[in-house]
DNA sequence: AAAATATAATTTGTATACAAACTATATTTA
DNA sequence: TAAATATAGTTTGTATACAAATTATATTTT
């Protein structure tokens, strides 16, 4: 007797985990962890953004995005620079070989991502795009309960 | 442009980070961790397991596994007793608290999860299982490029 | 305007994941 | 049989996630 927790839960964190290990396994040679590779492409796509912005659009809570942020600082790739309008608050900024990174790797994880796609039609694709939504959507229900 | 990362991958990650949360949140009036349970109910699947075992069964390395049962075995829920077949090894048992605890959860968490997946339906959560077993495969093989 | 409340970012603490290193033990090779 | 190699489990170190607490600052309430 197979539990639900194991059809569904499992093979799930199963996949997610191993996706992040090959993600941060190919990231390796460019010394870039696959969730600092999600916060310098968010970075890049909406330069001098808010910590509080940027944690919302890599979902990432602003403790860890804190310490993610200090790791990508300190190796040149963004800065923070205190915000004009808001002294509680910094925007991100990309340096220029935060940038030469992004227009790097952005393909490289692309062609990546196409070949952990391949052979899968597009239909199902969408059907598990689908399923995903309405798990968000039944977890976030679920949350007040 | 949406990239397929973030149409494939960080849907992904999203969504299990929201499930384990979830669950974790749900488990914290019995003061354990999702990731606690899953290796509690892989023993009392299988109890007596070794380490090694174990840790297959659980998906998890052997170095977190070995924090993992050091916080059940803290909580008497498990306890190791030496390998009479390997003096490298320990079998994992199950105690009797762990037993009921197991016993308790798994119609909770069970239940938990069929809200989850709940108004999916059954056609759609296969073709979800396919696709994510075809990502699982083609990030095996893309393991050893 | 002053007080109360909320908030941005950081710090601290716990848990987990992973890689590398280590030690005792088992297995394989020569 | 001895040496070489592999392995079970643990430890150490880095990174990440999350919750709670903190401080300076902003916003809301009175």
Same mark, same amino acid.
């Given at each position: 007797?197979?539990?639900? *927790?194991?059809?569904?839960?499992?093979?799930?964190?199963?996949?997610?985990?191993?996706?992040?290990?090959?993600?941060?396994?190919?990231?390796?040679?460019?010394?870039?962890?696959?969730? &600092?590779?999600?916060? $310098?492409?968010?970075?890049?796509?909406? +330069?001098?953004? /808010? &910590?509080? %912005?940027?944690?919302?659009?890599?979902?990432?809570? &602003?403790?860890?995005?804190?310490?993610?942020?200090?790791? $990508?600082?300190?190796?040149?790739?963004?800065?923070?620079?205190?915000?004009?309008? +808001?002294?509680?608050?910094?925007?991100?900024?990309? /340096?220029?070989?935060?940038?030469?990174?992004? *227009?790097?790797?952005?393909?490289?994880?692309?062609?990546?991502?196409?070949?952990?796609?391949?052979?899968?039609? *597009? *239909?199902?694709?969408?059907?598990?795009? %689908?399923?995903?939504?309405?798990? &968000?959507?039944?977890?976030?229900? $679920?949350?007040?309960?």
């Amino acid at each position: 007797m197979v539990s639900i *927790e194991d059809l569904v839960g499992i093979t799930m964190l199963k996949s997610s985990k191993r996706l992040t290990r090959l993600i941060t396994m190919h990231l390796k040679p460019y010394n870039i962890t696959s969730e &600092q590779w999600i916060v $310098l492409k968010r970075v890049s796509e909406a +330069d001098h953004i /808010s &910590q509080k %912005e940027l944690s919302q659009r890599s979902d990432k809570d &602003q403790a860890t995005l804190t310490k993610i942020l200090d790791l $990508l600082e300190k190796n040149g790739y963004v800065s923070r620079k205190p915000n004009p309008d +808001d002294r509680r608050s910094f925007l991100i900024c990309i /340096s220029d070989s935060g940038k030469s990174l992004k *227009e790097e790797l952005f393909p490289f994880i692309e062609h990546l991502y196409s070949q952990i796609i391949s052979d899968i039609p *597009e *239909e199902q694709m969408a059907v598990y795009q %689908e399923v995903l939504q309405k798990i &968000q959507c039944n977890i976030e229900d $679920l949350k007040y309960k």
